[in-house]
């Protein structure tokens, strides 16, 4: 019942908590994924930092400062394009209040964490003295590795999972499991997040029924491993500061519409994927700013550039 199985590659996890428990207290697996994440995105900034001769104290400053408001706005970005999930008729203020607030069982927005954490960093570098443009360019593998890592989290959470697939890619999860809360089930059944599909073609793995879906976090994270690899190699050759923030935020945009398409579970903006339109718009507005750039400096226009300081590269 808490397995997690991948049937077309003859392996599967007979069982994956979504948490651990300590004094009686249960720790969710998304939670330390990524707190996880978060520490690695912030030591990889203060690498970076060091690397392009700015002060890495400063980037450790700002992961401190940056915790509070991504939380916040990953949160309000979920409730904004899914009000249903929490405000339902006759639940009372105070059940309301408190699910808006309950984030152990997940309902975090990247993209409103990325907005938050991005007007968060313009406060930052302002009252700093830094470039908004350095900034990103030096926090970009960062936030990347860090929602790498975080879509592991979706993983033990059995969420963030696409369509209905009999393909060999497939991702078995025992109808059991959702089961175990009847209210949670009708939910994900009235919402279109377990689909009429997956129901009616259920595959027995181990004894066991199960959905088969498309494992969307596990695509999203692997486009995302490229666009990181892409970075890594492309950073120190860089032309102007921001550059390498524009490529993150037009791969990922580009990353994310892909894999949206095929997911169940997408926050909606009428007809519209929220998460679609917002991701065309950074591809757009990146891929305009990339080649504005590149004709600043065709045209002979000095740009701003930190380069990274040589003895570190040998």
């Not at 207290?25 to 900034?45: D, N, P, Q």
């Not at 109808?175 to 073609?201: C, K, P, R, V």
């Not at 519209?272 to 891929?287: E, F, M, P, R």
């Amino acid at each position: 019942m808490d397995g997690i199985y991948f049937p077309g590659f003859g392996f599967g996890f007979p069982n994956v908590p979504s948490g651990i428990k300590i004094f009686g207290f249960e720790i969710k697996f998304y939670a330390i994924v990524i707190t996880i994440g978060f520490i690695l995105a912030g030591a990889i900034a203060q690498r970076e930092a060091r690397l392009t001769g700015q002060k890495d104290e400063d980037y450790l400053d700002f992961l401190l400062v940056l915790v509070l408001p991504i939380i916040v706005g990953a949160r309000l970005y979920y409730i904004i394009f899914n009000p249903d999930r929490f405000f339902v008729k006759g639940k009372g203020f105070v059940q309301t209040l408190i699910d808006l607030v309950n984030i152990r069982n997940g309902g975090l927005a990247i993209y409103g964490g990325l907005i938050a954490g991005t007007i968060t960093a313009i406060i930052f570098a302002k009252k700093k003295g830094l470039t908004l443009p350095l900034m990103w360019d030096t926090v970009a593998m960062g936030v990347l590795v860090g929602q790498i890592l975080g879509r592991w989290g979706n993983f033990f959470n059995r969420e963030v999972f696409g369509a209905y697939t009999d393909s060999p890619v497939r991702m078995a999860i025992p109808i059991q499991y959702f089961g175990q809360n009847i209210n949670h089930l009708n939910y994900l059944l009235d919402s279109g997040i377990i689909t009429d599909e997956m129901m009616q073609n259920p595959e027995v793995v181990n004894g066991i029924q199960c959905i088969t879906v498309h494992p969307t976090f596990l695509y999203e994270g692997f486009l995302n491993l490229l666009v990181l690899i892409f970075i890594f190699f492309f950073r120190k050759h860089k032309k102007f500061d921001g550059e390498i923030g524009l490529i993150y935020m037009t791969g990922y945009g580009i990353c994310r519409f892909l894999v949206e398409a095929i997911r169940t579970d997408s926050l909606m903006m009428g007809s519209l994927k929220a998460s679609q339109v917002v991701a065309l718009i950074c591809v757009v507005l990146g891929l305009f700013l990339i080649l504005l750039n590149k004709k600043w400096l065709h045209d002979g226009k000095e740009l701003k550039l930190h380069s990274y300081i040589k003895k570190e590269e040998k």
